[in-house]
């Protein structure tokens, strides 16, 4: 290094780093302690080291992405107006791959995401800068933020990033979540938000939808498809009730794989005497729990469950206040209209704080939750409430925060919804639920005593309508193709 100064500042960031490695091992200065517990007291130091080391990873993110940038513009200087700004572009990005040791694309990306920080996301620059975000994160708001305009761009910071904003996020923040639900609330801000209603938008991308085949190793490949929200949602649901189907003592298949052997099952027809289906099918030659090999195309195909919750006045046509699909997020109204119009088999009434779009609380005396319970539940989290865990609410158990036999309540505050794998957790382990309330699931605390806030929906008030329209019931017969006379009255009768 030509810089002395930059020179001595990496010495002692290597300098420091030898410390710390040395604390981890035990074998360093302050590692192991001559009073009290010393392998407790290692146990302490080596989580206080991840802890600052996600500091510094930040830290040390937001110092190359401002490096990247101050680079970008040098570079410009030193090349004079005579190089094309094409030309430049790919000799900086060659070379700032080439220093980082990534590929042109990756470079490219960084490059951008580091511009975007320095010049339109200013909260999300210094938050980083902080050490309270990842780059991750960063990359995430920058991601977001791509779309959407000046104004769009510095509210959605503000809204997560600037707790004294008006509106500001009330869930868990950021820096505190996985960057992939961090990138769920972001997505969720932005389809409510954006300038061009989810109804333009979303018939644009539905043009878009495709299928991708991607061959892999091992003789395996992937298959995706990019298609409306709400038929993923069914297909996914589907799929995992044909598999749950499959399941039993003899059943040797895991969930996993009886799910994909149920998709392909039923993209190729079922026809079991082929025997190239019959490979794909029977996966390690597992059976249906009743010695039947191959038996998802035997299966009763169960009904989709998709829950969606949309507000009353967007049901109506009153507002195009986007639904939300669980597990996904904001939808068009239109799909939730047509989805309420035409395939719904039961409505769930759920009153909602006007203040806030927070659901009410309820509860009952007794120990067994009813169904209108668990739907409450599933409201409130969305998912299992364990930090970072993204397990769809379907799959989720309720749990008494504070036991039964020790006097707690069937009510909302005393209640969880944690992933079966998080509930065995809580059961068999030190870990356990700190308290929760209507609007928030309860948090987590380790072993070791540490706090975790868990994630929870980030609620907005309702839009009411302008102009309370007297003829929206009869309206909603236009909802869909043909929603017919008994989804009106059902609808009607769910709502009286």
């Not at 919804?417 to 870990?431: E, F, I, K, N, Y």
Request: with cysteine; charged share 20%.
């Amino acid at each position: 290094m030509s810089n002395r100064v930059v020179a001595q500042a990496y010495a002692e960031i290597t300098a420091a780093v030898a410390v710390l490695t040395g604390v981890a091992r035990g074998s360093g200065p302050g590692g192991l302690s001559v009073a009290g517990d010393p392998v407790r007291d290692l146990s302490e130091d080596c989580l206080d080291i991840l802890a600052g080391g996600v500091r510094a990873e930040a830290q040390m993110a937001c110092l190359k992405a401002l490096t990247a940038v101050t680079y970008a513009d040098t570079a410009q200087a030193v090349a004079g107006p005579e190089t094309s700004g094409q030309a430049l572009e790919m000799a900086v990005t060659a070379e700032v791959g080439c220093v980082l040791t990534i590929g042109d694309r990756a470079a490219g990306s960084f490059l951008a995401i580091s511009h975007a920080l320095a010049t339109t996301l200013p909260l999300t620059l210094t938050a980083l800068q902080a050490g309270t975000i990842s780059w991750q994160h960063a990359r995430v708001m920058a991601d977001e933020a791509a779309t959407l305009g000046p104004a769009g761009a510095a509210a959605l910071e503000a809204h997560f990033l600037d707790p004294d904003s008006p509106g500001a996020a009330t869930g868990c923040p950021p820096g505190e979540m996985p960057a992939g639900r961090f990138r769920h609330h972001a997505r969720t801000w932005r389809e409510r938000h954006h300038s061009d209603s989810i109804e333009k938008r979303h018939a644009k991308s539905v043009l878009d939808r495709r299928i991708d085949y991607s061959p892999d190793q091992d003789g395996m490949a992937w298959l995706s498809a990019y298609l409306p929200a709400d038929t993923a949602a069914a297909i996914w649901n589907r799929t995992t009730a044909i598999a749950r189907g499959l399941q039993g003592p003899t059943e040797p298949r895991t969930l996993t794989q009886l799910r994909v052997d149920a998709y392909a099952t039923a993209l190729l027809g079922g026809h079991q005497n082929d025997n190239r289906n019959v490979a794909s099918t029977r996966g390690s030659g597992g059976s249906d729990g009743n010695g039947n090999q191959g038996g998802a195309a035997r299966v009763p195909t169960p009904r989709a469950q998709v829950l969606v919750t949309v507000p009353v006045f967007s049901l109506l046509g009153a507002t195009e206040e986007p639904a939300m699909l669980d597990g996904y997020g904001p939808i068009p109204a239109s799909i939730a209209r047509d989805l309420v119009a035409n395939g719904a088999e039961s409505f769930h009434r759920v009153l909602i704080d006007p203040r806030d779009g927070a659901p009410l609380e309820i509860g009952r005396t007794s120990y067994r939750l009813t169904k209108a319970m668990r739907q409450w539940l599933r409201l409130r989290d969305g998912k299992c409430p364990f930090p970072g865990c993204s397990n769809n609410s379907l799959d989720n158990e309720a749990d008494h925060l504070l036991a039964w036999a020790d006097g707690g309540t069937t009510g909302i505050s005393n209640l969880g919804q944690p992933c079966p794998r998080h509930h065995r957790l809580r059961h068999t382990t030190a870990w356990q639920p700190s308290p929760a309330t209507p609007t928030r699931p309860p948090g987590w605390i380790s072993p070791t005593g540490r706090r975790y806030t868990s994630e929870h929906q980030n609620w907005e008030p309702p839009h009411w309508p302008q102009r309370p329209r007297p003829h929206s019931y009869p309206a909603l017969i236009h909802l869909g193709p043909s929603p017919g006379e008994d989804g009106l009255e059902r609808l009607l009768h769910a709502l009286a």
